[in-house]
């Protein structure tokens, strides 16, 4: 058969570039497993993927396998970690900000304090667009209009209950619109968001950066605000939220955690793996080529991090009705 | 099944039909009325094509409904295989092959679950060589297991066989 | 002319030996996966993107593209043979081309779609060649208002897949938008129809449905009622290959698929499945035998199979003028462009002249690969149909039950996959026809979205649908397809060849 051949030259492939960055050292762990609660292909996907590569690459843990469960914006995923999964110091899961609003939005029965943070690794903010041809030219323009008929408004981003959903409605909050009053138009992942924007059929583009740089580089998209703390060093033109009087941060995180009802020693091993493979040239390269922004942060910083970061994103996702129940 | 005199199959089977359809149409509108109708300037909330389609699916089944007992379901096809007896014998085979595929895909691993699933079909169309068919199905499922496996990269159940893992 | 002398640059890129042979791989592996049902042609290059990060990003982009297309022509294979539709653009082709197969001209039906795909593949292209530019900036003027009316449009014309009696057709589309309204809601995020169980949140994949209508209600089917009969399955009757009439048939189709497949690739919501549908209903509209339709038509096949490679050509048009991916395959291509810091854009064409316009003329030279590669594989493939019944159909559901188990290894899909298969058998039993659940399932979560999004942005305002131009004159053509021809007949003149159902496109 044909494709057994093409499958050899692959599977030669992948082992000759996991056989680049042959360094010994101590091995820590013998088998780890990272699972993806989504398809092949997405964020999660290449996040769990990459981490695989830099482990291996770094000759950190020997044998990493990917498991793909995807379903319910990751919750499907995140049930089957908490259940079968207890307890296992060779697992983890590559999970981020998207699933704290999937949670709540279906419902889900688990939650991520039944699961042991271990570090947060990459993020991206999100930007604010608007089509080169549009009348908007900076922020204040549109809280104008969004101050004056809120649901004049229409703004185009992805799922209902995503981070681009709930910029919007924190946006609407600080300058006091009535953030259930916004005029949210969802749409399905990919170049579908773009296409309204760009056609001018919707008035402004929330997403992430990395979606829409190309855009915003050859000129066809204004960005008129992106939500990180301060102004990006290679994007210095556009500016922040905070920076034009809406106090609202947020970047779209992604993070790994460990199984529920491990020991205190085997987090410790688990992030001592993690903290040596964002250090390999593997990684480095993976956060370049990705456009992923660096937003490493382990052990207890994290899980500070997260104790702030659950009720904020909870509070949003409930004032806009999302929640199940 | 009883053939009728008019030399169709099943008018009950009809009329059962059309009753499900009417009633899982009321389902659908019972559940669509359920859904919380989230404030939206569309003026149209989750819950009204819900209604619709639920709507038109029991009408639908009514007209149906009606039809199976008033001579038939219109324009159905006379032909020799409408007038076979069911083997249900095959039918229960095959069903339980794919049922048993079900629970083993998980614990007992792909290659075994499919083996057994090829060969049970085959049986349930007749075939006698238990033997032979199991060889063809490994013959299939395994290469298939190891392009998933090895060539994408992608998780099959390795199962009781281990050496995928 | 500057395109032109472009193009030939291009050529010279693509003809590298490496290139070449990087094509031919992609187009065989795409082949293959194609076959597969739940494995396409996104999942596979997703999978095979670290992989290929060292690799010349040229080579790369060849392989990608090759895979793409390919994966559309093994689609079509197993939709004919084993009405296992291994694409959902090729379940339509599933409908007349499996029909065919059981009438002994499963060879003419693979021919057909071979080059009735090569004919739209290599069309499209040369669209893509000249006309990319411009096609984008139509497409953008299509928003939630004008995608509502092709959806309209589109329901219209499905009438032409509901079979023998209306009631029944309404039935199983009913059905089929009954299976679309299951899943968390795309506007306001609530669940529906998912009766607490989580697996049923992101809706019921439409692969699932198409294989377990297809191929597990046909096993049972055949198992229960036809099993006992001799094998009426004729492997070969007549000629492996085309024969003049069928060629006579299928060339207007082909052209026509092209036509309608091309522009709907270039929208950003449009897709692949649209058109095979619209195809389906033009073909039935103005074929010279439409007694045939529903007993194996050679333009039934046709024209679906070049509509949906010409919509695969035409997903290239955004994806290279603007870096806007219209669907899973496209987005992945997109990260693959990322991935060697490459953006897809008006600049690429300025900045990467020699990427894009190699990346061009390796579609023409897939092309001609998937032809020579598939051409000399119809005998082969036909003999699969005279494997004996018992190994055949036990093969099927081998590959029907990995279809819907790999895509997310969960034995619920296997359930799932049953219940529809059980479905499919009493369908098959009681002759309902199962394409226009297909089309339900497809067509009405899009239609709603559409609709919803547009009332959204024109707050309520119904009359945004008429007042848009292109939307109202798309409404307009729907009315005409509607009422012309019952004029036309009150009138008593015979039904005229030139309907407008295709006019839109041309």
């Known amino acids: 058969m044909k494709i057994t051949q093409a499958t050899r030259r692959l599977a030669a492939a992948l082992a000759s570039s996991a056989l680049l960055f042959t360094t010994p050292c101590a091995m820590a762990l013998e088998a780890v497993k990272i699972l993806a609660p989504a398809a092949p292909g997405g964020g999660w996907d290449q996040t769990a993927r990459s981490m695989q590569r830099a482990l291996q690459s770094g000759d950190i843990v020997k044998r990493v396998t990917v498991d793909n469960k995807p379903g319910a914006g990751g919750t499907i995923g995140l049930a089957q970690f908490v259940t079968s999964s207890k307890g296992d110091p060779q697992t983890m899961m590559v999970t981020g900000m998207v699933m704290i609003g999937a949670i709540l939005v279906n419902g889900s029965p688990v939650n991520l304090t039944q699961v042991t943070p271990l570090a947060r690794l990459t993020g991206e903010y999100e930007v604010l667009v608007v089509s080169a041809a549009s009348k908007i030219q900076k922020l204040s323009d549109l809280t104008a209009l969004l101050k004056a008929n809120p649901g004049s408004v229409s703004w185009g981003g992805g799922s209902a209950g995503a981070p681009d959903h709930l910029l919007a409605a924190m946006i609407a909050k600080s300058v006091g619109v009535d953030p259930t009053k916004i005029n949210y138009i969802a749409h399905a992942g990919g170049g579908e968001a773009q296409a309204a924007i760009l056609g001018g059929h919707v008035t402004v583009g929330v997403s992430g950066w990395g979606e829409f740089a190309p855009q915003i580089k050859a000129g066809k998209l204004r960005a008129i605000a992106i939500s990180s703390e301060q102004r990006l060093p290679d994007v210095k033109d556009v500016p922040t939220l905070k920076e034009q009087g809406i106090d609202v941060v947020m970047a779209n995180w992604r993070a790994l955690f460990g199984a529920p009802g491990i020991s205190e020693a085997q987090k410790a091993e688990l992030v001592a793996a993690i903290d040596k493979a964002v250090k390999t040239p593997s990684w480095k390269e993976t956060l370049d080529k990705n456009e992923w922004t660096d937003l490493y942060l382990s052990g207890d910083a994290f899980k500070k991090f997260l104790d702030a970061e659950q009720p904020r994103i909870a509070e949003i996702v409930n004032t806009l009705g999302l929640a199940k129940k | 099944m009883n053939p009728s005199s008019s030399g169709r199959p099943s008018l009950g089977g009809e009329a059962l039909l059309s009753l499900g359809m009417v009633l899982l149409g009321a389902f659908v509108v019972w559940q669509g009325s359920l859904v919380k109708a989230a404030a939206s300037y569309s003026g149209i909330g989750p819950g009204l094509f819900p209604g619709l389609i639920g709507s038109g699916l029991s009408l639908i089944g009514l007209v149906l409904g009606w039809e199976a007992l008033n001579g038939g379901w219109r324009a159905m096809p006379d032909d020799e295989t409408t007038h076979q007896d069911a083997d249900w014998r095959a039918f229960g085979l095959i069903s339980l092959a794919v049922l048993l595929h079900m629970l083993l895909v998980g614990w007992a691993g792909f290659i075994i679950a499919s083996a057994l699933l090829y060969a049970l079909i085959a049986r349930g169309f007749g075939s006698t060589r238990p033997g032979r068919d199991l060889v063809i199905a490994l013959l299939i499922s395994v290469p298939v297991f190891f392009i998933f496996t090895r060539g994408l990269g992608l998780n099959l159940p390795a199962g009781w066989l281990t050496w995928g893992a | 002319m500057d395109t032109f002398t472009a193009l030939m640059s291009g050529f010279a890129v693509a003809l590298s030996v490496q290139n070449l042979l990087l094509g031919a791989l992609g187009v ?156 968390l809601d795309s506007q306001s995020g609530q669940p529906r129809l998912t009766l607490g169980i989580p697996e049923l949140l992101d809706g019921i994949d439409i692969v699932i449905v198409a294989v377990g209508l297809f191929a597990v209600g046909e096993t049972l089917y055949v198992a229960t009622y036809l099993n006992r009969i001799a094998d009426k399955i004729e492997s070969v009757k007549g000629s492996v290959w085309m024969s003049k009439s069928d060629w006579a048939r299928s060339w207007k189709p082909w052209l026509r698929g092209t036509a309608i497949g091309f522009p709907f690739g270039a929208m950003p919501a449009g897709g692949s499945e649209i058109p095979t549908f619209l195809s389906y209903a033009a073909e039935k509209k103005l074929t010279k035998h439409p007694e045939e339709f529903g007993k194996g038509a050679i333009e039934g096949v046709a024209g679906p199979e070049a509509a949906n490679n010409a919509a695969a050509a035409g997903m290239l048009v955004p994806l290279l003028t603007l870096g806007l991916p219209t669907g899973a395959t496209a987005a992945i291509m997109l990260s693959a462009f990322q991935q060697y810091g490459l953006q897809p854009g008006p600049l690429l064409f300025a900045s990467e002249p020699q990427l894009v316009w190699g990346l061009i003329a390796s579609l023409y030279v ?53 219940g529809i298969g059980l479905v499919g058998f009493a369908m098959r039993r009681y002759d309902i026809p199962v394409a226009p659940t297909i089309v339900g399932l497809i067509l009405g979560p899009l239609a709603e979205t559409q609709m919803r999004r547009a009332l959204a942005i024109s707050q309520g305002d119904a009359t945004v649908f008429l007042t848009q131009p292109i939307s109202a004159s798309v409404l307009a053509i729907t009315a005409a397809v509607l009422i012309v021809p019952r004029l036309l007949k009150r009138r008593r003149l015979p039904e005229p060849t030139l309907l407008p159902t295709d006019a839109p496109w041309k």
């Open chain 3, 28 to 183: 065989t592996l795409g082949t293959a996966i194609g076959v597969l049902p739940g494995v396409g042609p996104a999942l596979t290059i997703a999978l095979l993107l670290p992989a290929t990060a060292n690799f010349e990003p040229t080579g790369a982009l060849i392989l990608f593209a090759g895979i793409y297309y390919g994966a559309m022509y093994g689609g079509s294979t197993t939709s004919i043979l084993l009405n296992t539709p291994g694409e959902s653009a090729t379940i339509i082709t599933a409908m007349e081309g499996n029909l065919m197969a059981k009438r002994g001209r499963a060879g003419p039906a693979l021919a057909t779609a071979a080059i009735g795909s090569f004919v739209a593949g290599t069309l499209a292209t040369i669209m893509l060649t000249i006309a990319a530019p411009a096609m984008v900036e139509v497409a953008l003027k299509f928003g939630p208002a004008e995608y509502f009316a092709v959806m309209v449009l589109a329901f219209v014309t499905v009438s032409a897949v509901l079979g023998n009696s209306p009631a029944r057709g309404l039935a199983s589309l009913f059905f089929g938008l009954t299976l679309g309204l299951i899943g």
């Open chain 3, 366 to 418: 897939g092309n001609v690969l998937l032809l020579i590669l598939n051409l000399p594989m119809v005998g082969l493939w036909v003999k699969l149909l005279s494997i004996p019944r018992p190994l055949l159909y036990a093969g099927i559901l081998v590959f029907a039950t990995l279809g819907a188990y790999g895509l997310r290894n969960s034995w619920f899909d296997l359930a799932l996959l049953y």
